[in-house]
DNA sequence: CAGTGAGCGAGCTTCCGCTTGACTT
C-alpha cells in the first residue's frame, strides 16, 4: 500500500520531485493528456450540446493502466499538474478515467520546481476547478470543429489532405501577405556620404541627409573640394543598456536560431535533452519568473566571480498575450554549474542559458554616447560622427541580446578628443549608392516571435506548428542565391573626384520562410470565405472569451453555440457555392501561336499552359511545369514561355545525346539514358553544353566511387558509399556499419556478423511530404 | 524523370496542446 500518489506530467518532473518527498511518496507522470477528442471523427456532439467524446489513444492505454492500478492501491492521491486551463483539465481528466474518489483526491499546484515550494503546495491543496476546465474544453471543441470542417472543404475545392486551422492558417497567412510586400516591393537608390576625418586619430563621419542621385552627390563633392570642415558641436550623452530578461521557449527559440543557427525544432529537442538530464528547468513556458532560490544563487555566482558591483537583483514582468505562468523561465537548475557535459551542440544551448539568466541579474552596462557635428563651410549639409565608449560594462560582460536586424555597420566607433570650433582634415569624402531594403522574409525564429506577440499558438506549439505548415507544402524553407547588383562610388580624394563602379551580392536569403503556390491558393480561399477565423484577432478575441469562462462567468457550451451555429452556415454555403480553386492567372498571349498563356495549379502541381483544349477541333493545349522558386503570383509572360523550351537538346557528347530536362526529381541533365541531377545554381533553362558535360562527368566519378567491396562469397553483399556515409548492403536491405570501423577492410565473416546482429532497414520509400510518425 | 481536375470507384486525408519515445534518413 502506497501512502501518498502525486501525479504530474513530465517523467522527469517525477523524478526530481520524488527526490524532495521521501519516501512516503510515490510520485508518477501522465505523459500530458491522457484522453483527447477522437482522431478519426469530428467526436463533438453538435446536436447534443457539443458533447466531447473523449477516446484514451493506444499509446496512451498503458499510461492509464499502470496509474489505475497504484491509485487503487494509495490513500491519498494529489493532482499536481500543472496550473493552467490545460494542467487544470489533465487533472480532470485523470480525475473522470482513473474514476478517483473525492474524499481521496487532492489538487495542488506549484510555479517552480523546488523543495519549499513543492512542500508548500502540499500544505494548500484544493479542489479541481471546473470553469477552467471548461475553458479549455472549449479551446478544445473550437479548434477541432474549426479544423475538421474547414479542412474538408479544402481538399474538395482545392486538394487532397491540406488542412487548415486558427494557428497554422494564420502562420501562413503571415508568410503569404509578407511575399506580397517583397513582390511589390521597388527598391529605390539613394547616395550615402561618408567623411574620413583626421584629428588626433583618423575618424568616419556619416552626412546628415542621403543624396537623391549621382548628381547630387558629385555637386556635393565640388563643393566640399574648397569647403573647410569644422567642429561646430560636440555633445555627449550618458546612457545605460539594460539586460534582457530570461529566457522563455520564444526567446530562447530566437537567440539560438540567432547565435548558433538552431532551427526551432533543433533548439527544443536539445533543451529537452537538457532538462532531461537535469541541467536546466522546463523548456515549455512563457514566464520571465525566476524562483527565489535561483535569484539567490545567480547573485552568489556574480558577486563571487565578479564582485559586488556587477550585482542586481531584478524580476520580471510576463508581457506576452495569453501567458499563463504555470512554470519559471528556462534557467540552468544549478548556477553554479558555467558548463555541463553532453554534445557541443548540448551544451553550446546550456552556455546560452546560463549566460542569459546570469546576465538578467547583473548590473545595467554604463555607456557614454557621443556626437558630433561637422560644418561644411560651403554646403548647409553637415557629417555627424557618432562614438561609443562603454564606461562600466555590467552584464555585457556575459552576454548581449542579437536582434533580427541585417544593419551592415552598426559597429560605434571610438572618436578621438575633439573641441567645438576646432577645423579638421578631410583624408576623403566617398558617396555609395545604396539601396531601400525589401520587408525581410520570416524565419522560423522571427515567425515565432511574431505568433508569441498576436498571442497565437503556445510555448508546446511553437515548433509542431512550423513543422505542420512545411509538412503541407504551404511553405517552404530555403536558401536562395542572391542576384548581382552594380552600384556606383564617387570619391573625393586629393582635391579630384572619381567615380567608379562595383557589383555587389544582393538578396540572398538563408533558410528563410517561402509561401508555395499551395500556400497562396489556401491562404486566399481561407482570406475570402473564413476572414474571420484568419484574422490576426481572432485568437485573441476567443481567449477573452476563454477567461470569461475560466472565472465562471459564461458557460463554455453556450460560447462555443455563438461560434459554431453562423460558422457552420458559412461551411455549408462556402461548399455549395464556392469554385474549384486553382489560382488561375492569365499571363498574355503567345506570340508565336497567339494562344493564350496561363498559370495555375495543375494535378501535379503549377503549371503553365499555351492555348485550350477545344473539344470541336480535338486541339490540346500545351503544358509545362513551373520551375522550382516561380511562383504564379508573379512569374511573367517570357519567364513561363521559356518553360517550353524543355526539354532542351544540347547535342552531342561521345556520340549521345545531352538533354536538359525536368524530372520528378527536379532538374536533370540526360545522357546515354541516365540521369544526372542539375545543382542548386544550375538553371535549367540556360545551363551550358561544357556545364552539363561536367555534371556527366562528376556523376560518373560519385558513381564509380559508390561502391566499396563487393565478395566473392556472396554476390548481393556489398559495401557502398551512401548520402549518409558508407554502408552495407545485403538482399536489398541496408544495414549501419559500427563506428570506428574501416568500411574497405571488412571482410566476409564481419559482414554477416553485422547483418545478424542489426535489424534490416530495407530502403523502404515514403511519400514526399508525408509527415514521419510512429505507428 | 510523365502527367496537368470528372464521369466505375473504396476509403483516406484534417485541428491544437499536453507529453515522450521509436523510428528512419
Not at 169 to 185: H, P
Not at 387 to 394: A, T
Not at 517 to 534: S, T
Not at 681 to 695: H, S, Y
Request: glycine fraction near 6%; charge should be positive.
Amino acid at each position: 500500500m502506497t501512502e501518498n500518489l502525486v501525479i504530474v506530467e513530465s517523467p522527469a518532473k517525477a523524478k526530481t520531485i520524488e527526490k524532495f518527498l521521501g519516501k512516503d511518496f510515490t510520485v508518477k507522470s501522465s505523459f500530458g493528456h491522457i484522453r483527447d477528442l477522437s482522431k478519426k471523427k469530428l467526436g463533438i456532439d453538435t446536436e447534443k450540446n457539443y458533447k466531447p467524446e473523449y477516446i484514451i489513444s493506444d499509446d496512451k492505454k498503458k499510461v492509464v493502466e499502470e496509474l489505475k492500478k497504484i491509485t487503487k492501491e494509495s490513500k491519498t492521491i494529489w493532482l499536481a499538474s500543472d496550473e493552467d486551463r490545460e494542467g487544470e483539465a489533465i487533472a480532470w481528466h485523470l480525475c473522470e478515467v482513473l474514476k478517483l474518489d473525492k474524499a481521496k483526491t487532492r489538487r495542488i499546484v506549484f510555479h517552480e520546481i523546488t523543495k519549499d515550494a513543492i512542500l508548500n503546495a502540499i500544505q494548500n491543496p484544493r479542489d479541481i476547478n471546473q470553469s477552467l476546465v471548461n475553458a479549455q474544453q472549449a479551446r478544445r471543441v473550437l479548434d477541432r470543429l474549426v479544423g475538421f470542417e474547414i479542412s474538408p472543404i479544402l481538399w474538395k475545392k482545392v486538394k487532397p489532405a491540406l488542412s487548415a486551422g486558427r494557428v497554422q492558417s494564420v502562420a501562413v497567412r503571415l508568410i503569404v501577405d509578407r511575399e506580397r510586400e517583397v513582390i511589390a516591393f521597388n527598391s529605390e537608390s539613394f547616395f550615402k556620404v561618408t567623411g574620413f576625418f583626421q584629428g588626433k586619430t583618423p575618424f568616419k563621419a556619416d552626412l546628415s541627409e542621403k543624396l537623391k542621385n549621382q548628381k547630387d552627390a558629385i555637386a556635393f563633392l565640388e563643393l566640399c573640394k574648397t569647403s573647410d570642415f569644422q567642429v561646430s558641436n560636440v555633445t555627449k550623452k550618458p546612457s545605460k543598456r539594460t539586460p534582457a530578461p530570461p529566457f522563455t521557449t520564444s526567446t530562447l527559440q530566437q537567440e539560438a536560431s540567432r547565435k548558433l543557427n538552431f532551427s526551432v525544432a533543433q533548439t527544443m529537442t536539445l533543451a529537452q535533452r537538457l532538462y532531461e538530464a537535469g541541467h536546466i528547468t522546463y523548456m515549455r513556458t512563457d514566464s520571465l519568473n525566476l524562483s527565489a532560490t535561483a535569484i539567490e544563487a545567480a547573485k552568489n555566482m556574480i558577486i563571487k566571480e565578479f564582485g559586488e558591483k556587477y550585482h542586481h537583483t531584478r524580476t520580471f514582468k510576463t508581457k506576452s498575450k495569453g501567458a499563463q505562468e504555470a512554470h519559471e523561465a528556462i534557467r540552468p537548475t544549478y548556477l553554479d554549474k558555467q558548463k555541463v557535459s553532453g554534445t557541443s551542440a548540448e551544451q553550446r544551448l546550456y552556455e546560452l542559458i546560463w549566460k542569459r539568466t546570469i546576465a538578467s541579474q547583473m548590473s545595467e552596462a554604463l555607456v557614454e554616447k557621443t556626437t558630433v557635428n561637422i560644418n561644411v563651410s560651403k554646403s548647409p549639409l553637415t557629417f555627424i560622427a557618432s562614438g561609443e565608449v562603454i564606461q562600466f560594462d555590467g552584464f555585457l560582460r556575459v552576454y548581449f541580446e542579437s536582434t533580427d536586424d541585417e544593419l551592415e555597420d552598426t559597429t560605434k566607433d571610438i572618436l578621438p578628443q575633439l573641441i567645438k570650433g576646432q577645423n579638421v582634415d578631410v583624408n576623403q569624402i566617398v558617396a555609395t549608392q545604396r539601396f531601400t531594403q525589401k520587408p525581410p522574409r520570416f524565419t522560423e525564429a522571427s515567425l515565432v516571435k511574431k505568433l508569441e506577440e498576436l498571442g497565437i499558438g503556445r510555448p508546446s506549439t511553437y515548433a509542431p506548428t512550423i513543422s505542420t505548415i512545411l509538412n503541407r507544402g504551404y511553405v517552404l524553407k530555403e536558401d536562395r542565391p542572391g542576384t548581382e547588383r552594380k552600384y556606383q562610388i564617387v570619391t573625393l580624394k586629393n582635391g579630384k573626384i572619381t567615380d567608379s563602379e562595383k557589383v555587389e551580392q544582393t538578396g540572398a536569403e538563408k533558410a528563410k520562410l517561402f509561401p508555395s503556390d499551395i500556400g497562396m491558393v489556401v491562404n486566399d480561399f481561407l482570406v475570402e470565405h473564413f476572414p474571420k477565423i484568419v484574422d490576426f484577432n481572432f485568437t485573441a478575441t476567443v481567449e477573452k472569451e476563454f477567461d470569461t469562462i475560466a472565472i465562471g462567468k459564461k458557460e463554455w457550451t453556450e460560447m462555443i453555440d455563438k461560434f459554431y451555429k453562423p460558422f457552420h452556415v458559412n461551411v455549408e454555403k462556402t461548399l455549395k457555392e464556392s469554385d474549384y480553386s486553382k489560382g488561375e492567372r492569365v499571363l498574355g498571349n503567345d506570340p508565336k501561336s497567339g494562344k493564350s498563356v496561363s498559370v495555375r495549379i495543375g494535378r501535379f502541381g503549377p503549371v503553365a499552359q499555351i492555348g485550350e483544349t477545344n473539344s470541336e477541333t480535338g486541339e490540346k493545349p500545351q503544358y509545362a511545369s513551373l520551375l522550382k522558386g516561380q511562383l504564379i503570383e508573379s512569374i511573367t509572360l517570357e519567364e513561363a514561355l521559356a518553360l517550353f523550351n524543355l526539354p532542351r537538346n544540347l547535342g552531342e557528347y561521345e556520340g549521345k545525346e545531352v538533354v536538359i530536362g525536368v524530372g520528378r526529381f527536379g532538374p536533370y541533365v540526360r545522357h546515354n539514358s541516365k540521369f544526372f541531377s542539375l545543382k542548386k545554381t544550375d538553371d535549367p533553362l540556360t545551363i551550358t553544353k561544357e556545364r552539363a558535360v561536367e555534371l556527366i562527368e562528376e556523376g560518373r566519378k560519385k558513381a564509380s566511387e559508390r561502391l566499396i567491396q563487393t565478395f566473392k562469397e556472396e554476390p548481393e553483399l556489398q559495401v557502398l558509399n551512401g548520402r549518409w556515409g558508407p554502408y552495407i548492403s545485403f538482399k536489398k536491405a541496408n544495414y549501419k556499419i559500427p563506428k570506428g570501423t574501416d568500411p574497405k577492410t571488412l571482410s566476409y565473416e564481419e559482414c554477416m556478423k553485422i547483418i545478424e546482429q542489426q535489424p534490416a532497414t530495407n530502403g523502404k520509400k515514403r511519400k514526399p511530404g508525408v509527415k514521419s510518425k510512429a505507428k
